[in-house]
């Protein structure tokens, strides 16, 4: 262990130009808040993120005078040159050695500001995972809760199996840790060229929203498929004025990687919530069949109108055999009532739905540009649109059984993309992304998880959630879930 005790610096120059409410959390500016927001980083060194994290959470003495203390665990950090206490434990061995080392410091009185233990090595793949969820993690969860201070916060780096194509190991340990503490964000580190880690907040408070324990005995996995990129940073170009329309539209150039990784030219594609016809329009692109079906009649006229474009002959263009598109409007919970989609299945369907009632909530009102612009704020009023259902259970049912239905219309070992993000409401978190994995590729799903592929938006600027209060991030990432077809005897 090394401890730190240095003397208090002139802290007037880290919060000078400080904005808006004071600061009750860190020393830092407004510019070095905000820098912080951003729920994805790119890392080079883990040294450097330890210290960000640490400057973060804790000032270097609170208002009473106190010194703040933090213990960190298993990164090359001890903070020589900082004014906190910091207990530094730069190599850990095993779960068993981290557990030995937290409850000698409980039984010397030890409590902290904030914690941070890097897990990667200890949890690295589903074996060592089911160790830790059999017998260590209770033990680890109510060790956290002791040693830290009532609201402060811990983090917890984890890896994936597999650079994100296997089982999703933060999941599962981040819910398990619900039942100790509250699930407060993440944060997702990035290194070229595919490798990524997560980073989960959890905060001593009590977590209203029970765990959905993830199982790596009950998830079904895909073996054999190519290894799926961990991330992508896509660069779509410039939103036209129609598509504007949509409060929550994908880019074609994220879509179009996808379609061209997951099938052949010729096959068919198909997206049962398809918007204003970017999924359609991605096919084409890549010379697939595109098949939509879209429950707003606005938006069906968008695509229809897209596609329209898409497909009309221009002068000097290469001759080739026309490709079947459609848009029809229909509800995604009724898709063998469309006529036109009986007898037709699909290479590949790719979608992204209704992040629950999120556009709706209060906080969303505050799209500010949205509303200069007279543009809507929400899919639609409809009483029939997912982004209406008030209560996440059903809603999640929902989306449960349309996903399962759609196998009906994949062919054997075809492959659903879903694009979601996890969701932040009254700062409980709701983790859509692992809640459908969890039922769509459990005992009673239609599914095999073949991987996630975190979309990274760097063309969407930072909003000041909770400066100087608490940590809530700009949730610039979302999971991009792959599921194969599970094979029926």
């Known amino acids: 262990m090394t401890t730190r005790l240095f003397e208090d610096t002139d802290l007037a120059s880290h919060s000078s130009g400080h904005k808006g409410p004071p600061n009750l959390m860190n020393d830092l500016s407004y510019t070095d808040w905000m820098k912080f927001q951003k729920s994805f980083f790119r890392y080079q060194s883990s040294t450097q993120l330890a210290r960000e994290c640490i400057e973060f959470f804790t000032k270097a003495r609170w208002p009473d005078g106190s010194p703040s203390s933090t213990l960190v665990v298993g990164w090359d950090y001890c903070g020589q040159d900082s004014p906190r206490i910091i207990d530094s434990y730069p190599v850990i061995y095993s779960m068993a050695q981290l557990i ?5 410091l409980k039984e010397a009185g030890r409590k ?35 040693l830290l201070r009532q609201d402060k916060y811990c983090g917890l780096a984890l890896g994936t199996d597999n650079e994100g194509s296997s089982f999703p190991l933060p999941w599962a340990v981040a819910d398990f840790g619900r039942s100790y503490l509250r699930l407060c964000d993440e944060k997702i580190g990035l ?147 469309i006529a036109e989609l009986r007898n037709v299945t699909f290479d590949y369907i790719v979608t992204s739905p209704p992040y629950w009632s999120m556009l709706s909530n209060p906080g969303s009102e505050g799209q500010r540009a949205r509303k200069l612009k007279n543009l809507p704020l929400v899919y639609s009023q409809n009483d029939r649109d997912l982004g209406n259902v008030r209560d996440y259970d059903r809603f999640l049912q929902i989306l449960t059984e349309i996903y399962n239905g759609l196998s009906a219309k994949l062919v054997n070992d075809g492959i659903l993309t879903v694009v979601v993000k996890n969701i932040k409401r009254n700062h409980i978190v709701y983790s859509l992304a692992w809640d459908l994995t969890a039922r769509l590729c459990g005992p009673s799903g239609n599914y095999e998880f073949v991987g996630n592929t975190f979309w990274c938006q760097d063309d969407v600027g930072i909003k000041p959630f909770a400066v100087g209060i608490h940590w809530v991030s700009n949730t610039l990432h979302q999971y991009c879930l792959h599921y194969k077809k599970r094979p029926r005897p």
């Open 191 to 337: 290194l070229e060229p595919n490798n990524l880690f997560y980073l989960g907040f959890l905060r001593n408070k009590t977590d209203e929203r029970p765990p959905i324990p993830i199982s790596p005995a009950e998830l079904h996995l895909s073996a054999g498929n190519a290894t799926i990129p961990a991330w992508t940073v896509p660069k779509p170009p410039p939103r036209k004025k129609n598509e504007m329309l949509h409060p929550a539209k994908f880019p074609e150039t994220l879509i179009t990687s996808f379609i061209e990784r997951f099938t052949n030219p010729g096959d068919r594609v198909f997206d049962p919530m398809v918007g204003t016809g970017t999924t359609v329009v991605a096919a084409i692109r890549s010379k697939r069949q595109g098949y939509g079906v879209e429950l707003s009649p606005e938006f069906v006229q968008i695509a229809q109108n897209r596609l329209l474009a898409e497909t009309c002959p221009r002068l000097f263009s290469e001759s080739v055999a026309p490709l079947t598109t459609l848009v029809v409007r229909g509800d995604a919970t009724g898709l063998e009532e």
């Open 100 to 104: 030995k080392t937290l409850e000698t």
């Open 112 to 146: 902290y500001d904030f914690i941070l233990i890097d897990l990667r090595n200890l949890i690295s793949n589903v074996g060592t995972l089911e160790t830790f969820l059999r017998t260590h993690a209770d033990v680890l969860f109510s060790l956290l809760r002791l």
